[in-house]
């Protein structure tokens, strides 16, 4: 299959299609997600919880970024893939922003990047998109900004909220954002955003009403079991099946049931000569 590009992502829209896409942050899962043909990887900072078990995304650094978009990369060659920016990465200046989008692309071998905010990231958004990179915008529940919102809480419910909801996502769009991520809103609020910007709206925890959806591995897949949000749905059971493969594995030391004669050397030449040893 060919990679897909931004070209065919807003041909997909065009078209009514629905974009799939999943988060993933090693070679193996990036590798299921492309044979199973997902449209899209990104490669979240939610690995803070799902690989490395922080309770938020906030720990989570550059060069974790990159390692992992690396892998994802080796395991999905053919995939679009999207690097989300880590907490601290994008807010200090707005050329350090964009040395890290950069890094991004030089190094991680993504092909767009994505930030969360609105308003307030216009600047950075702007600066990162003229060194001609894909910027996906994020508006809604944003999780590196949870501390300041209470905690991972949806957004948009009252009428006040809703509205700053909107005028973020406007504000990602006319900033030059090519495809926009809302999280965390109501189905409302997510349709008319939908309705009024001309470029891919993507949703987790948005309602249907958008041009695509998108889950964390560590919630679609059954992974990660510490928090589960109202929006995610467990299509497998990773940790089900790990943990059986595992006490299976654990039983069959303790009986010296494995290894069996299937996994072991044998010698070639004299057996004799052998046992002299
Ligand atoms: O990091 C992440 O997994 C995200 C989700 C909202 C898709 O940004
Ligand atoms: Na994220």
């Known amino acids: 299959?060919?990679?897909?590009?931004?070209?065919?992502?807003?041909?997909?829209?065009?078209?009514?299609?629905?974009a799939a896409w999943t988060t993933a942050?090693?070679?193996?899962?990036?590798?299921?997600?492309?044979?199973?043909?997902?449209d899209m990887i990104l490669v979240g900072d939610s690995m803070g919880m799902v690989v490395y078990?922080?309770?938020?995304?906030?720990?989570?650094?550059?060069?974790?970024?990159?390692?992992?978009?690396?892998a994802v990369r080796r395991g999905a060659p053919n995939t679009y893939v999207i690097g989300d920016m880590p907490f601290g990465s994008y807010h200090e200046s707005v050329t350090s922003a964009v040395h890290n989008a950069v890094?991004?692309?030089?190094?991680?071998?993504?092909?767009?990047?994505?930030?969360e905010g609105g308003v307030a990231v216009t600047e950075v958004i702007k600066a990162i998109v003229r060194a001609g990179i894909v910027v996906f915008g994020h508006v809604g529940l944003t999780p590196q900004s949870s501390t300041a919102m209470g905690g991972f809480r949806a957004?948009?419910?009252?009428?006040?909220?809703?509205?700053?909801?909107?005028?973020?996502?406007?504000?990602?769009y006319e900033a030059g954002s090519r495809c926009i991520l809302l999280e965390g809103i109501p189905e409302a609020v997510g349709a008319f955003i939908h309705r009024i910007l001309p470029?891919?709206?993507?949703?987790i925890g948005a309602g249907s009403d958008t041009d695509g959806q998108v889950l964390v591995v560590g919630d679609s897949l059954g992974m990660f079991e510490a928090f589960k949000p109202k929006f995610a749905k467990k299509y497998a059971d990773i940790a089900g099946v790990a943990t059986q493969g595992?006490?299976?594995?654990?039983?069959?030391?303790?009986?010296?049931?494995f290894p069996a004669s299937e996994h072991k050397y044998s010698i070639s030449g004299d057996i004799v000569e052998f046992e002299k040893l």
């Open 155 to 172: 957004q948009g419910r009252t009428v006040e909220s809703a509205r700053a909801v909107i005028q973020d996502a406007i504000a990602v």
């Open 1 to 18: 299959t060919q990679k897909k590009t931004i070209l065919d992502l807003y041909k997909m829209k065009e078209n009514g299609g629905k």
């Open 53 to 70: 078990g922080y309770q938020g995304t906030i720990p989570v650094t550059m060069d974790m970024c990159i390692n992992a978009c690396q």
């Open 103 to 115: 890094r991004f692309i030089k190094e991680g071998d993504v092909d767009a990047v994505k930030l």
């Open 25 to 38: 942050y090693d070679c193996c899962f990036a590798a299921y997600a492309e044979k199973a043909g997902m």
């Open 199 to 203: 470029i891919p709206v993507y949703g």
């Open 246 to 257: 595992f006490a299976q594995f654990i039983k069959e030391v303790k009986e010296g049931s």
